[in-house]
Structures are given as C-alpha cells and as structure tokens.
C-alpha cells in the first residue's frame, strides 16, 4: 500500500526551538508539498519541492524553510518556533505528470508551541 | 488566480438520504479535480480524481461528475451512513505549469442516525 508517512502526529515545542517536520513517500513522486491547516482558514501551501534539491515558496513561506537532500523525503524546519505555528501540518506527494493522478497526503502533524 | 468554493460549508441529514455537495472553481483551465475526505485531527483521503477530459468517476456509493466549462463539480453520495460524517474537500490543479493544487474550505457534512 503506497503511502506517504509523517513521522509524527503530535509535537508539543517551546517558543525558539527549532522544529524539524519530516515526511517521507514510497511512491517515487517528484513533487512533494507541506500545507498548514488552521479552523477557517483551510489548507494553505507553505512550500514545495518538484525535484531533489529544489524548492518554491507557497502562499505562507515566513517563518519556514525545508530541505529535500533525497527524493522520498522532504522536511520542513521551523528556524524558531512561535506560537502562531501552532497549526496541523499536512505533507503530499504527486507525480510531476498531472495527467497520471493526483495527491496523496500524509496523516498530519499536529504541532503545538507553548 | 483560481479560487475555489464549496456549498455549503455544512450539511447535516438523516441516515439513508441522498446527498450532493458543490464545489465550483473559476478558471476552467484545470488538469484534474480531486475529492477528499478528511476525519477530525486526521489527514486527507483521496476519494475520486477526475482527470480534465473526463465527465464523472464512481468508486461505491461515491460519484463525482466535472463540468469544466462551467467550473463545476458536484460530489454524490448514496444512501448516506453515520461513517459518511466527515469533511470534504475539492481541490484541482491548475494548467499553466503550477505544480499546486487549490483547496476549497470543505463542506462539514454530519449523517445523523
């Protein structure tokens, strides 16, 4: 069963830590994303990555950076934690070629900074 | 830039009814449209993907049809079950060479036994 896998599901940090999210996939996509999920606000891309050692900022980058160093994993770094990061984290995957499917996603991450 | 919207925002009916959400986007040019479904705290679940020639999919009690030219979807849902409770969710991913796929906020659907 292909999957995309989160390492973890609950994170609690303190404000300033560094905060690494990782997320790997076993599906030999090219393109992989991180969304953030807040009540009302709906999923909103942070940052992606079509290709080993590439990256484009989403809609929401601050805050964030990431890093792809192998095909299957992509990880997203919280330089310094605040708490307007706490959110549920959300990683994908898809194939480069749209017409060959779509997105599989993750379980989440849901991360608090206190 | 391609927004999409989902109506309504939420739905509560009674086991065993029919049911239909809506979902509209609007830029027609798209590859593909996907449904998930996503449970309180939990990840996203890929339900039905329609690729931009195609009119409608079905997996079970599941249909999805696409109208591109108009901008709309609909998700159809038989006979609904107290398990159907969740959120769903449209996205498509645009043409133009975005790699994105553009969300709508959900429809909150509850099935009261």
């Known amino acids: 069963d292909v999957k995309v896998t989160q390492s973890s599901r609950y994170l609690v940090k303190r404000t300033g830590e560094k905060v690494f999210l990782e997320c790997v996939q076993d599906?030999?996509?090219?393109?992989m994303f991180w969304y953030r999920q807040d009540p009302g606000l709906g999923l909103r891309l942070i940052y992606f990555s079509y290709d080993v050692k590439m990256k484009e900022k989403g809609d929401i980058p601050e805050g964030y950076s990431v890093s792809r160093e192998k095909k299957e994993r992509f990880s997203l770094i919280l330089e310094s934690a605040s708490t307007n990061q706490t959110s549920m984290y959300l990683c994908?995957?898809?194939?480069?070629?749209?017409?060959?499917?779509?997105?599989?996603f993750g379980s989440g991450t849901r991360l608090t900074v206190v | 830039k391609q927004e999409v919207t989902q109506i309504p925002a939420a739905l509560s009916v009674p086991e065993g009814e029919n049911l239909v959400l809506n979902c509209s986007f609007t830029?027609?040019?798209?590859?593909?449209l996907q449904w998930f479904r996503q449970d309180p705290g939990k990840g996203l679940t890929s339900l039905l993907l329609i690729q931009s020639s195609q009119r409608e999919q079905t997996s079970g009690r599941l249909n999805a049809s696409l109208d591109k030219s108009s901008g709309r979807s609909t998700l159809y849902i038989a006979a609904s079950q107290p398990g159907d409770s969740a959120t769903y969710l449209c996205a498509v991913r645009a043409q133009g060479g975005s790699e994105k796929l553009v969300f709508g906020k959900g429809t909150k659907l509850t099935v009261n036994p």
């Open positions: 599906m030999d996509h090219e393109n």
């Open positions: 994908a995957s898809s194939l480069r070629t749209a017409g060959r499917g779509g997105y599989t």
């Open positions: 830029d027609s040019a798209i590859y593909n």
